[in-house]
């Protein structure tokens, strides 16, 4: 099985390269359409910790493919775009569109809202993970895939107190969800908890 450290340091085109040679062509949805929007739409976006955006949803993607073993073209899809909603002007019609709408339900179930007046970012992700237990399993695996890459580049929360609540919202609120939807995702997302000291 693939360990995390294994593609942390890869950019985008070997990450990319990773994926496409392990799943291959010829699928429904296509994963090679969704690596270009990734590589153009998060193109030239950077991460808090001043890395290139387009590395977290491949390396997300990457960890469903070797470590949670997952090659359902929809989930990989879901996978790489999870944050366009988010984070470029793509609206969730396009990705109807193009993807389908099993890809277009896991996007838009993985779509953070802004935290509404007098609630924190804290009480709104407790918030999104508990609302994910409705979403299916899919959904679920894909946010502990998106999760564990947050996590094991932390060190980009520079604020203790947001730490510290992003590391307690992870146990109490995704681990449980892990449990019970990929074994081998549930003991990464553990170990890497444990190892910053949740």
């Given at each position: ?6 593609i ?22 296509p994963?090679h ?10 193109g ?5 910790d001043n890395t290139?955006?387009r590395?977290h949803?491949?390396r ?8 949670a073993?997952q090659a359902?073209?929809?989930v990989?899809c879901?996978a790489?775009?999870?944050d366009?909603?988010?984070?470029t ?9 193009t993807f ?5 339900d896991f996007?838009?179930a993985l779509t953070?809202?802004d935290?509404?007046?007098?609630q ?16 299916g399993r899919d959904?679920q695996?894909i ?5 564990l ?6 060190d980009?929360i520079?604020?203790?107190?947001r730490r510290?609540d ?7 609120g ?7 939807c990929?074994t ?8 890497t ?6």
């Amino acid at each position: 099985m693939t360990d995390y450290e294994d593609i942390r340091f890869l950019d985008a085109e070997a990450l990319a390269g990773r994926l496409l040679e392990s799943v291959g062509a010829g699928h429904w949805p296509p994963v090679h359409t969704a690596v270009e929007w990734v590589m153009s739409r998060h193109g030239g976006q950077r991460r808090l910790d001043n890395t290139d955006f387009r590395c977290h949803p491949l390396r997300v993607a990457v960890i469903l493919n070797e470590i949670a073993d997952q090659a359902d073209p929809n989930v990989l899809c879901g996978a790489l775009l999870h944050d366009l909603l988010e984070d470029t002007d793509t609206q969730l019609a396009d990705i109807n569109t193009t993807f389908g709408g099993k890809v277009g339900d896991f996007v838009r179930a993985l779509t953070l809202q802004d935290p509404r007046e007098g609630q924190s970012k804290h009480e709104r992700n407790m918030a999104h993970f508990e609302a994910l237990r409705w979403e299916g399993r899919d959904a679920q695996i894909i946010r502990s895939a998106d999760r564990l890459d947050n996590l094991k580049t932390l060190d980009a929360i520079d604020e203790y107190d947001r730490r510290e609540d992003y590391l307690k919202e992870s146990r109490e609120g995704l681990l449980p969800l892990t449990l019970a939807c990929n074994t081998a995702l549930y003991h990464e997302l553990k170990d890497t908890l444990d190892a910053a000291g949740a």
